[in-house]
């Protein structure tokens, strides 16, 4: 770590810690007190103001996340300073999913959110709309899809009827809902790494089966606490589409047979 970035921040101690596959990420002390911070080059400064806008706007619908603390540019650098917290928790998915469903339930005006942000690394446009169907194709699918054909990759439209009869409200999504970006601390889970969005909160259940899925018994309790509508079965692999998609875009061609695949189901649907 910069030696300059440092002296600015006020950093007392750091150790280099894993966090994610973008950024630098320490654990630091400040007056005495334990921080997580990522840092990166400038250009990563915007990125870092959408996460600590989400994880804001996550712990006021009730999910548990860090807190962020401060960001911006020191010393040539990128940052974002938030909450320490101790993963050292028992493993408990009926928690999460409780705690998901009850998120869940905060409506919002629309579907979309203040600011545009970031899937990965990739930008999220998130424009407000009243219609979820439009949103959906408008805000995700059409913008991925243009990007998988200027990297070259020969991709046919998405059919739109899996959403036609579809009229969710818009709850507050995580929106990069993966085992990956979860974990639980001795109070219960946490959450965090989010590109958060109001949406069909069928998008966060869906991500959650698609990179190995969570226990069956997350799924029982969520359905248990705020019911699933029928047809969510059809609908999912629409909503990992986009996460497919995503993948491509920024990993390549390892990821085009599971696009190729979805792709299938859904005309054939």
Not at 91 to 100: I, K, N, Q, T
Not at 156 to 167: N, Q, T, V, Y
Request: a neutral charge.
């Amino acid at each position: 770590m910069n030696e300059d970035f440092k002296r600015h921040l006020g950093i007392e101690q750091s150790a280099r810690v894993t966090g994610g596959c973008i950024h630098e990420c320490y654990r630091v002390s400040i007056a005495g007190k334990g921080f997580f911070l990522k840092t990166n080059a400038i250009r990563y400064e915007d990125a870092f103001a959408a996460e600590a806008d989400g994880l804001a706007g996550l712990r006021e619908a009730g999910y548990r996340a860090p807190a962020p603390h401060s960001r911006g540019v020191l010393a040539g650098r990128a940052y974002l300073l938030m909450e320490f917290l101790d993963l050292r928790g028992a493993v408990d998915w009926p928690a999460l999913a409780r705690m998901l469903a009850q998120a869940h339930r905060k409506r919002g005006p629309a579907f979309g959110w203040e600011r545009d942000n970031y899937i990965g690394a990739t930008p999220q446009v998130n424009s407000w709309r009243d219609d979820w169907t439009e949103f959906w194709f408008e805000n995700r699918m059409k913008p991925q899809l243009a990007l998988a054909r200027q990297k070259g990759f020969a991709l046919p439209e998405i059919p739109r009827g899996l959403l036609a009869e579809h009229r969710p409200q818009p709850s507050l999504l995580h929106g990069d809902l993966w085992s990956g970006n979860v974990n639980f601390m001795p109070e219960g889970p946490v959450v965090f790494d989010p590109a958060v969005y109001y949406g069909d909160r069928e998008a966060d259940l869906a991500m959650t089966e698609l990179f190995g899925g969570f226990p069956r018994e997350f799924y029982d309790v969520y359905n248990d606490v705020f019911p699933l509508p029928g047809g969510y079965a059809q609908r999912k692999p629409l909503y990992n589409l986009y996460h497919l998609l995503n993948h491509l875009n920024l990993f390549g061609r390892s990821y085009l047979g599971q696009v190729e695949e979805t792709l299938g189901l859904l005309r054939g649907a």
